[in-house]
Nanobody, 123 residues
Framework: QAQLVESGGGQVQTGGSLRLSCAAP????????MAWFRQAPGGEREFVAA???????TYSDTVKGRFTISRDNARNRVNLQMSGLQPEDTAVYYC?????????????????WGQGTQVTVSS
């Protein structure tokens, strides 16, 4: 299992922006499907965005147009640029790595997870 480490969380006001980053072992980012999920208190882990090893991205309807996932193969990182943040985006955000071909929006597809980073959006 790949060791993933998230960073970049924090507290912002409604409409603000944050950039999350996920550090992965060498070659993980280039070979696996990488994704961001989030989990609010009392809720289930929810799909946010994914990027396949060939490049295509997918987003949940709730973040489409506001969030952008990107991959930096040279630095072994996956980033999530978040803008137009709303209080309902408040959650712990997790980075995951899945075998290519597994359903990208399904949490059980992912065999490796980071420890999470807290994002809090205040109104």
């Amino acid at each position: 299992q790949a060791q993933l480490v998230e960073s970049g969380g924090g507290q912002v006001q409604t409409g603000g922006s944050l950039r999350l980053s996920c550090a992965a072992p060498p070659r993980t980012v280039m070979w696996y499907t990488m994704a961001w999920f989030r989990q609010a208190p009392g809720g289930e882990r929810e799909f946010v965005a994914a990027i396949s090893r060939s490049g295509p991205t997918t987003y949940s309807d709730t973040v489409k147009g506001r969030f952008t996932i990107s991959r930096d193969n040279a630095r072994n990182r996956v980033n999530l640029q978040m803008s137009g943040l709303q209080p309902e985006d408040t959650a712990v955000y997790y980075c995951g790595a899945a075998q290519p071909g597994n359903p990208a929006a399904v949490a059980t597809s992912y065999s490796s997870w980071g420890q999470g980073t807290q994002v809090t959006v205040s109104s």
